[in-house]
């Protein structure tokens, strides 16, 4: 199969306060080795209030062009995957236009969750190979701190900013939250795409899919428009702005869907799971991620996780670990590098790539 388009350059930011373990143990009943041997996790990065998605997608975008080595004023498409924007609507992708100062070129926002690295790789993948964009600038971003149901108070604390002892009734709260809380870190990775102009390099193909049957196993129960209103005070006090997480049920299709979609793609591209240079899966959790390395029988130098150090950022985990590796030399030109996700919704794929 011949590649069409390619990644250019990649970049990522973070929030800016680092949170370690034992922060978020003083704000709920939990505790570092927990979160260490349930996830793998040992810190995360949380924005400061005031920070948007937006200026996270910024952030990393302007990395992402530096690294490509081309200028903002070039760029002629943006893609944005995001489950939270800067305002219900409109999207992130109008916001990083106007923020990087770039003339009125198309701005889209998709929000598959988990999986929005992947499908938005097809999205940009389908805008350069039929010519509607030449330098597309595709950036996964995210924001977690918002979902957080802390106080003032408590937000002090997990800031590090004050030491003061929560009171049990607001660690009791905080703690109905607790198996999603520790999980999830604010960040934004971006790429900047554009034709092959090597044939042998770039995006091989997809496997994509979708299941909207378990929608309610990770959901928001609030802020949509099932409701009327959309928001209400009732709903923040039954705390229904926090998602909703199956966890077990999430873990189990993470395990058994995620393999499939690497066979797929390997099959659709012709290749084996074996030829494989480098998995990088959606850093959800570490145990998901060796998981699913088990069910590819890939030893450890062909998998990356950096989970431990940030945490689940949804959209942004995948080019986080892709700008890591290509830094590290961890991805060199030519190998096969398959990226694969699950999340809300369920959406689920991987993609393959000749680096
Ligand atoms: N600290 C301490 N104890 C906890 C915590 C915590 N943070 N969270 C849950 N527990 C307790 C539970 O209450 C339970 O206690 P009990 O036995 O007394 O009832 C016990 O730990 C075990 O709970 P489980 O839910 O069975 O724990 P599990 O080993 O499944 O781990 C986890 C939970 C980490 C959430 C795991 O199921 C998981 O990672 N699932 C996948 C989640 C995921 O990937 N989400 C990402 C998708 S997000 C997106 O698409 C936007």
Redesign the pocket.
């Known amino acids: 199969m011949q590649a069409f388009s390619r990644i250019y350059g990649s970049g990522f930011v973070t929030g800016e306060v680092l949170v370690p373990n034992e922060r978020?143990a003083r704000v709920?009943?939990?505790?570092d080795e927990?979160?260490r041997e349930?996830?793998g996790i040992e810190q995360r990065y949380f924005v400061n209030e005031g920070t948007g998605t937006s200026d996270l997608a910024v952030g990393a975008a302007k990395k992402a062009l530096d690294d490509a080595g081309v200028k903002a004023e070039e760029i002629d498409y943006i893609v944005v995957a995001t489950?939270t924007p800067d305002y219900y609507f409109p999207g992130v992708g109008s916001l990083v236009q106007a923020k990087l100062g770039l003339s009125n070129i198309p701005a889209l926002d998709i929000r598959q969750?988990?999986?929005g690295f992947v499908y938005g790789l097809q999205v940009a993948d389908a805008l350069i190979r039929s010519g509607q964009a030449k330098k597309l600038l595709f950036i996964g971003a995210e924001i977690h701190t918002g979902f957080m149901p802390f106080s003032k108070q408590g937000w002090d604390v997990v800031m590090g900013r004050s030491d003061a002892e929560i009171p049990q009734a607001e660690k009791d709260w905080n703690s109905k939250f607790?198996?999603?809380?520790?999980?999830?870190g604010d960040a934004a990775g971006a790429v900047v795409m554009g034709p092959s102009e090597d044939p042998s390099r770039g995006l091989l193909g997809f496997a994509l899919h979708t299941d909207g049957k378990n929608v309610e196993a990770?959901y928001v129960p609030s802020a949509g428009f099932a409701y009327r209103p959309y928001f209400s005070d009732e709903h923040f006090k039954e705390g229904r702005g926090v998602?909703v997480?199956d966890?077990?049920t999430?873990?189990k299709m993470?395990v058994t869907k995620m393999p499939e979609a690497v066979h797929e793609v390997c099959a659709k591209a012709g290749v084996t799971v074996d030829d494989i240079n480098l998995l990088i899966p959606h850093q959800?959790?570490l145990?998901?991620s060796e998981g699913v390395q088990k069910a590819l029988k890939l030893p450890d130098s062909r998998v990356y996780n950096n989970i431990q150090r940030y945490g689940?950022t949804?959209a942004a985990t995948i080019p986080i670990a892709y700008n890591e590796c290509k830094a590290s030399g961890r991805i060199k030109k030519g190998d096969l590098v398959c990226f694969v996700g699950?999340?809300?919704?369920f959406h689920w794929g991987a993609t393959l790539m000749r680096e």
Not at 178 to 184: D, K, N
């Open positions: 978020m709920c009943d939990t505790s927990w979160i349930r996830s489950m969750q988990c999986s607790r198996h999603l809380v520790v999980l999830f990770l998602p997480m966890g077990r999430v873990f993470a959800a959790n145990r998901i689940n949804t699950l999340g809300a919704g």
